[in-house]
């Protein structure tokens, strides 16, 4: 909302959250458990009020508005991390050479895929935990970021580039993005 050249936007911090700066740090915990994240921007301020987080900055430029909004959506974020958590849903898909998925330390492994001798390797981002079942791999975390970033790394270990996607159809594939963790 624009009043007399100041853009603010309020964020509501439900209840069992609590939300504390320190400097440009915002640390936010809840039930799920405690997300961190620097916000260090010129001419943007983040309040903490009684029950609300606000974001405005005075006489705004246009990347001043763009970063109100982009700190609301982070705040956002964080605040249904460590409430709900989200998830992200991946398919193995294979036709001919069964693909053998498996977690091994803070990598996904990926043998066999199209009949490849060496294996390959997707890191997974801070915080997330990765189950396989059967043919799905489900992403789960805190963090919007660490789980896309690491749905995003399992996909992109198994794409080929140069084969027609429509013919050459193995891969592991996002599905579905949620941002309530299946209890």
């Known amino acids: 909302m624009t009043i007399a050249g100041k853009i603010e936007s309020t964020i509501a911090i439900p209840d069992g959250v609590s939300v504390s700066k320190d400097g440009n740090t915002v640390k936010v915990k809840g039930p799920r458990g405690e997300l961190s994240r620097n916000f260090a921007y010129p001419r943007v301020i983040i309040a903490i009020g009684e029950g609300e ?12 508005k763009a970063m109100v909004g982009t700190f609301a959506a982070h705040l956002r974020n964080m605040i249904k991390g460590v409430t709900v958590g989200f998830t992200y849903t991946l398919k193995i898909v294979f036709s001919h050479f069964p693909m053998k998925v498996a977690v091994k330390d803070n990598r996904v ?8 001798h060496a294996p390959r390797y997707a890191d997974i981002a801070g915080g997330c935990t990765v189950k396989i079942n059967g043919s799905d791999v489900t992403v789960e975390g805190n963090s919007i970021e660490a789980c896309g970033q690491t749905a995003a790394n399992i996909e992109r270990a198994t794409s080929r580039l140069g084969f027609d996607k429509r013919i050459f159809q193995d891969g592991i594939y996002i599905v579905h993005k949620s941002h309530k963790v299946r209890e």
């Open 109 to 116: 492994e990926i043998n066999n895929y199209m009949g490849g």
């Open 53 to 64: 987080i606000s974001v405005s900055s005075e006489y705004p430029r246009t990347k001043e």
